[in-house]
């Protein structure tokens, strides 16, 4: 599986942005897709995950209630819309695939990664 990240930019504080993920392959359903993050000088930490069929969903705390993931199976994609950005949320965004069904939050649980898109929120 090759994995396409796209959406990132420069929002200011309070705005939206909405991120894609592209996957190649025949079997993207049987996937679970999730995002994680890294600012500069961190390691780089679980956002969100959704499961294959895109029935189960889990967000991490900082992000709870203003970001939300999402996929369409029928153009093999993953999205994570962010609402109410804020500084903090600065970081390069990845997405990544897990052959398994679990939610998994931890980076080593993940097999394919994407190339990373930037995100700078402005305050």
């Known amino acids: 599986v090759q994995l396409q990240a796209s959406g990132g930019g420069l929002v200011q504080t309070g705005g939206s942005l909405r991120l894609s993920c592209a996957a190649s392959?025949?079997?993207?359903?049987?996937?679970?897709m999730a995002w994680f993050r890294q600012a500069p000088g961190k390691e780089r930490e679980f956002v969100s995950a959704?499961?294959?069929?895109?029935?189960?969903?889990y967000h991490s705390d900082s992000v709870k209630g203003r970001f939300v993931i999402s996929r369409d199976n029928a153009k093999n994609t993953v999205y994570l819309q962010m609402n109410s950005l804020k500084p903090e949320d600065t970081a390069v965004y990845y997405c990544?695939?897990?052959?398994?069904?679990?939610?998994?939050?931890?980076?080593?649980?993940?097999?394919?990664w994407g190339q990373g898109t930037q995100v700078t929120v402005s305050s």
């Open positions: 990544a695939a897990d052959r398994s069904t679990r939610l998994a939050t931890t980076m080593g649980e993940y097999d394919y």
């Open positions: 959704i499961s294959g069929g895109g029935t189960r969903t």
């Open positions: 392959g025949r079997t993207f359903s049987s996937y679970t």
